[in-house]
């Protein structure tokens, strides 16, 4: 089962990636958590240059490096764990670059789908939770300063927005839950969805 989680920093998807890996091992299933970008040694040097705030690039550049992190990570990581029969937690993946790139930075959404499709062979989450908080409880919520945070509040706006889109338009996919709840109660909806779709 491949499950990602999506959302703007600061809704949660690392905490709650850690706790979901926790119950899963204390249930003895195999379980892999991996973040985009990231994962693979060249995966987590692209992250370095994608989110250093001294980074320059043009936003196809960028595109195309996400693109070649994720390929790296689908290619090392995530089709192995999913052949040896492990559960895959994935903090962003594909839905992560249709909303930041695509709707964010304004680059063609055929185009981002297709590279995706390449970049992935066609591999798409079993199920996506969408952690979902407005503006100012990112804002509150935020501890990072990286390349895409600085771009500044109307970005991030259109970022919420596009995840809002985007599930609407998968809703065989996705699962939105209120992340300004506590970590315990947003944790309890997950399993309630996951007991749900089992």
Sequence with gaps: MFISFEG?????????????????????????????????????????????????????????LFQAARSELVTKMIRPALDNNSIVLSDRFCDSTIAYQGYGRGLDLSTIQYLNQIATGGLQPDLTFLLRIDL????????????????????????????????????????????TLSIEE????ILNKLDNYS
């Design 136 to 179: 100012h409880t990112h804002q509150i919520r935020k501890n990072t300063r990286d390349r895409m945070e600085l771009i500044g509040n109307d970005f991030i706006q259109k970022i919420i927005t596009a995840f809002d889109t985007i599930a609407s338009e998968n809703p065989e996919r996705f699962v939105v839950i209120n992340a």
């Design 186 to 189: 947003v944790f309890s909806e």
């Design 8 to 64: 703007v920093d600061g809704c949660g998807k690392t905490t709650q990636i850690q706790k979901l890996t926790e119950h899963f091992t204390a249930l003895k299933k195999k379980v892999l958590s991996v973040r985009e970008p990231g994962g693979t040694l060249l995966s987590e040097e692209l992250r370095f240059f994608l989110l250093n705030s001294k980074s320059e690039m043009s936003d196809l550049t960028e595109l195309f």
